[in-house]
């Protein structure tokens, strides 16, 4: 080991090109994932407005976002619905006609070199804005994971690249497997949310998909954010069932949950920076209190360094932006 004065860290930080030189993480196009809403309509683009910037929009607009986003050079988008009707039972997630099932046609049709995937819940379709079937006020597991895995094989159907259950209900990821498989999809990969904290971050994102439960919250089937050996378990349990890839959810408050995940499985690794990460960034940017641009960079990378390989964020667009601009 060297000391002071032989050792001087600073060394490698006076000349900004060596600075890069040495940078251990760096974030890149290929790790970002973008959240996109769609709803039924023609022409619509409304902005949501406890998140700036991010939008529900008709299939007709997301058609051209999603070109937008592919041409940007980002990999991947995740889609949202905003269905039609909601009813107790969440017909619409599993309709063959619904609002994710016409919009992956769509944007398959449409934009080349662009992966769907698509989020496997029934929040957004259902009328109470619960994650599953109810008995009473119990939200129940195993006749909500047979409707999970006839939404999952109806995305396939309709032509979604990965499927990413973000229910939480015990035992979905197999039984998706199982029905993907059976229906001819073996080759469909599974992004399961594997660790999905109950978590207050998750507040705007229910005003973009008009997903706020009608009483009672999701502690039943969503962790409690005061646990770490839990997420071990949880992403052991879906990496058995036969998940591709595990997310962990949130991100910024769960960096220590992100590395344990990572070291453990060595799995790829996903994490979302969810609606309330991004808003509580753009607020302060708007009123100036921090640099928007900054913050966003270091939150991210900051995921990154914990050991995700990809990140779902609503800043995937700036931060692309921002790296063709510091690249070119
Ligand atoms: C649906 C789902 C939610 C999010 C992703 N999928 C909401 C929730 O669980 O209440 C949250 C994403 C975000 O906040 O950006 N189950
Ligand atoms: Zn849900």
Redesign the pocket.
Known sequence: MSFYPTLRLRRLRYNPILRDMVRETELQKNDLIY?LFVRPGENIKTEIKSMPGVFQMSIDILVKECKEVRDLGIPAVIL?GIPEHKDEKGSEAYDPNGIIQRAIRAIKAEVKDLLVIT?V????YTSHGH?GLLNGEEILNDETVSLLAKEAVSHAEAGADIIAP???MDGRVAAIRKALDYKGFQNIPIMS?AV?YA?G??????D??E?T?TFGD?RSH?MDVANSNEAIREADLDVDEGADIIMV??AGAYLDIIYRVKEEYQMPTAA???????SMIKAAGQLDWIDEERVMIESLVAIKRAGADMI?T?FAKDAAKYIDRIRK
């Open positions: 959240p949202f989020d819940c029934l929040c957004e994650c973000s229910d939480m949310y999905k978590s971050y998750y507040g705007p994102f229910r973009a998909a997903s439960p999701r969503q959810k949130p979302y920076q969810v609606s309330g990460e991004y779902l609503y």
